[in-house]
C-alpha cells in the first residue's frame, strides 16, 4: 500500500500565518497526504478562516487551549484513526514550507522513523532556526545551528539525534511502540523527550537538509518571556530524570550550579518583543527559574515511575548514551545561555 502522510498543524489565535502556512502545505509535490488543524480554542478568527476558506482540511476545533502537547496528541490521535496513515508530520501554524517539504521528509524517512527539517528563520531567511536536536548533559536540548549563518554547512542530509516538532515527521510504528507526546510537559522539551524515549528504544532519526521550512520563532511565547523560561527549566529537569542514565544525572553538578547563576539573566538584552511587557526581567525570568525548579522536584515522583517504564523496553548501554552526548553534543556556554 503506497505510504499516506498527515500533516497535523496546531493552531492557536494564527490569525496573522494561518493562510500562507495552509496554502504552502496544499502545494505539496507528494501525492498523498491529508491535512488535518487542531484548533486550540482561538478567539481571533483563525478558527473561522480555516472552516470557510481552507475546504480540503479536516477541522478539529476545541473549546479551551490545551497548549502543544496535548494539542498536538490530538491531532495524531485523530489521523491514527485511518488506519492507511503510515506517517504523522506535525508543524507549527507561524511557518511556510516549500513545495519539495514533504517529499523530501518522507525520501529521508525511508531510513529513519523521526526525520528532522531544516527551518530558516522567517523574518531572517539567511539564519537558521534548526536542522534537528542537540543534547547536553543537564537534560537540556538546543537546536542544532541555532541563530548561525547559512553558509550552506548543513546542506547534506545526516543522522541526527531527534527533530524538533515544529516540523518533524514521525513514522506511525515508531508511535505505535513508544507513544505520544508526553503531556505533563505541556509546551517546550515534549519533543526533546520524544527523541530520547525512541532513541533509548533503538530507533534512529535524521535530517533531511532538502525539507525547507520558513518559522516565524517564538510566535506564540515570545523569547525571554517567563512563561517560556518556567516550562523550559521545568521540562528540562523532568527530561533529565527520565531518560538519562544515573551516572550522567550525578555529573550535571557544574551545569545546574552555571544555571544557578546564569539562569536569572535575561538573554534578550532587554529588547526582544517580551522585555517590552515585563517591567523587570531580571526578577520575573529569577522568578520563573525557582518556580520551574520548586515544581519540578513535585513532579519528581511521576518522573521515576516514567523512568522505570521506559527502562524496561530500553535497547541501549549507559556507554552508548555517553556516545550520544559526544556526538550529538551542546556547547557548555550555549546551554547555559539558550
Not at 20 to 48: I, K
Request: glycine share 6%; net charge positive; aromatic share 10%.
Amino acid at each position: 500500500m503506497p505510504n499516506l502522510a498527515y500533516v497535523v498543524v496546531l493552531n492557536w489565535n494564527g490569525k496573522d500565518f494561518i493562510r500562507d502556512c495552509l496554502r504552502s502545505v496544499l502545494r505539496q509535490t507528494f501525492p498523498r497526504f491529508r491535512l488535518l488543524v487542531v484548533d486550540n480554542g482561538s478567539t481571533d478568527g483563525s478558527r473561522e478562516i480555516i472552516d470557510d476558506e481552507f475546504p480540503e482540511v479536516h477541522l478539529v476545533s476545541l473549546p479551551e487551549n490545551l497548549h502543544f502537547a496535548r494539542g498536538t496528541n490530538v491531532g495524531i490521535r485523530e489521523a491514527l484513526k485511518n488506519p492507511e496513515c503510515t506517517h504523522i508530520l506535525t508543524l507549527n501554524n507561524d511557518t511556510r514550507v516549500d513545495p519539495e517539504w514533504m517529499a523530501e521528509l518522507m525520501r529521508v524517512a525511508a531510513g529513519a522513523s523521526m526525520v528532522a527539517s531544516k527551518l530558516l528563520m522567517m523574518d531572517h531567511p539567511q539564519r537558521i532556526n534548526s536542522t534537528g536536536l542537540t543534547i547536553a548533559p543537564d537534560g537540556s536540548a538546543l537546536d542544532r545551528g541555532w541563530s548561525q549563518l547559512d553558509y550552506g554547512q548543513y546542506d547534506r542530509s545526516e543522522d541526527v539525534f531527534g527533530p524538533t516538532a515544529g516540523a518533524a515527521l514521525y513514522r506511525r510504528d515508531l508511535i505505535d511502540k513508544i507513544g505520544l507526546l508526553d503531556e505533563e510537559f505541556v509546551a517546550y522539551y515534549e519533543d526533546v523527550d520524544l527523541a530520547w524515549r525512541a532513541r533509548l528504544a533503538g530507533w534512529q532519526a535524521a535530517y533531511a537538509s532538502r525539507a525547507v521550512v520558513y518559522h516565524k520563532f517564538s510566535a506564540s511565547h515570545r523569547r525571554g518571556s517567563p512563561l517560556k523560561t518556567y516550562l523550559c527549566e521545568r521540562n528540562r529537569i523532568w527530561n533529565l530524570v527520565q531518560n538519562y542514565p544515573w551516572r550522567y544525572v550525578v555529573l550535571t553538578v557544574p551545569w545546574n550550579s552555571a544555571r544557578n547563576v546564569a539562569g536569572s539573566i535575561p538573554w534578550t538584552n532587554g529588547t526582544g518583543p517580551a522585555a517590552g511587557r515585563v517591567q523587570n526581567p531580571i526578577l520575573e525570568t529569577a522568578r520563573a527559574m525557582a518556580r520551574a525548579r520548586v515544581d519540578a522536584y513535585a513532579g519528581i515522583g511521576r518522573a521515576l515511575g516514567k523512568r522505570r517504564a521506559r527502562a524496561v523496553v530500553s535497547r541501549v548501554s549507559p556507554a552508548t548514551v555517553g556516545d550520544w552526548l559526544r556526538r550529538y553534543h551542546v556547547s557548555f556556554r550555549d546551554a547555559v545561555l539558550a
